[in-house]
């Protein structure tokens, strides 16, 4: 079993959409939780931190659930420019600031 | 605030020879990444460096990969030699310290290796 796992998509939704993305870890030991953006062809960028309490940032809202080891985020009207993959990261227990990652969902959003 | 620069952009190379990358972090940061991301992937971790030590490189294929920091800033990640699944993007990451999970990680625009 993936240490992080996330739908692979693509998501093809029209401007304005609201789109979720959902993200399972296995190890309940993890310790911080975030969603990445990769536009193609690019590195990756943080897009936000993951709490408990749910947090959110403009048109985007991220949540999670340590009981049942899920992440999500939330994007509410979905722009041309949000098309990009989105990266669900967690960080193991024990320190070193390491970063594992999912494979991605690819978001594509069009006119 | 001049980011993480990485070198060469891309680089093409036949199975069995050898590549090299370099990586300069953001001035003043302790600690530096190398991740290999593959197509259709995530970026996994290789190597990580706290100044010039290593902290992990339990996923690094020590029989051909090679890595260091000499110094503690600049780092270079060598493979020789090279597999043809090694075609991936090589990214590096570096961040003010490892300690604490509020560090963020800022990557560089990777490499792109092509082994033929």
């Known amino acids: 079993r993936k240490e992080v796992e996330q739908d692979p998509g693509p998501f093809n939704v029209p401007e304005g959409a609201t789109v979720a993305f959902n993200c399972t870890y296995s190890?309940?030991?993890?310790?911080?939780f975030f969603w990445y953006r990769q536009d193609c062809r690019k590195e990756p960028k943080l897009l936000m931190s993951v709490y408990s309490s749910g947090n959110e940032d403009g048109r985007f809202t991220a949540q999670l659930n340590r009981a049942s080891q899920y992440i999500s985020l939330l994007i509410r009207d979905s722009k041309l420019s949000d098309s990009a993959t989105y990266l669900c990261v967690v960080t193991p227990s024990g320190g070193y600031n390491k970063l594992i990652f999912g494979a991605g969902t690819r978001l594509a959003v069009h006119p | 605030e001049a980011g993480v620069a990485q070198s060469p952009r891309y680089k093409i190379i036949e199975k069995r020879q050898s590549v090299a990358f370099w990586c300069n972090p953001i001035s003043g940061h302790a600690t530096l990444y190398w991740y290999q991301q593959i197509l259709g992937q995530g970026p996994k971790l290789l190597i990580q460096?706290?100044?010039?030590?290593?902290?992990?490189d339990s996923q690094l294929p020590k029989d051909r990969f090679s890595a260091e920091r000499l110094k503690g800033v600049d780092s270079t990640l060598k493979i020789q030699p090279a597999k043809l699944e090694d075609s991936a993007v090589y990214l590096c990451?570096?961040?003010?310290?490892?300690?604490?999970?509020?560090?963020?990680?800022?990557f560089g625009a990777g490499t792109r290796l092509s082994v033929l």
């Open positions: 460096f706290q100044n010039n030590g290593v902290v992990d």
């Open positions: 190890n309940s030991a993890s310790q911080s």
């Open positions: 990451a570096s961040s003010r310290d490892s300690s604490g999970s509020k560090n963020i990680q800022y």
